[in-house]
């Protein structure tokens, strides 16, 4: 299973790379396969350093919290990280 996490676009080079902040970590991901123009600001889903799609912004916000809670129920101890959904499929039913 592969799970990513909206990454917004913070600026984008001659390359058709881009520089993404992921949760407060930023790194450089091509842009090469995303099969659609992307702008600054912009959110997209990456795999193995490449941008796959673009998010709409209040889907990748809503996922970005979603993230941060579970994050804090893992530091919590409340979802264990051996749990096989970590809490996700009473979120998303």
């Known amino acids: 299973m592969c799970l990513s996490i909206p990454s917004k676009i913070i600026e984008i080079d001659e390359a058709n790379n881009a520089l993404v902040d992921t949760l407060g970590v930023r790194r450089r991901v091509s842009l090469d396969l995303l099969g659609e123009s992307a702008s600054i600001g912009d959110f997209v889903l990456i795999h193995v350093g490449f941008a796959m799609g673009k998010i709409d912004e ?34 998303l039913h």
């Open 58 to 91: 209040a889907e990748a916000l809503e996922s970005l919290k979603i993230f941060k809670e579970i994050a804090a129920q893992m530091e919590s101890g409340e979802i264990d990280e051996r749990d096989g959904d970590l809490g996700l499929a009473d979120r």
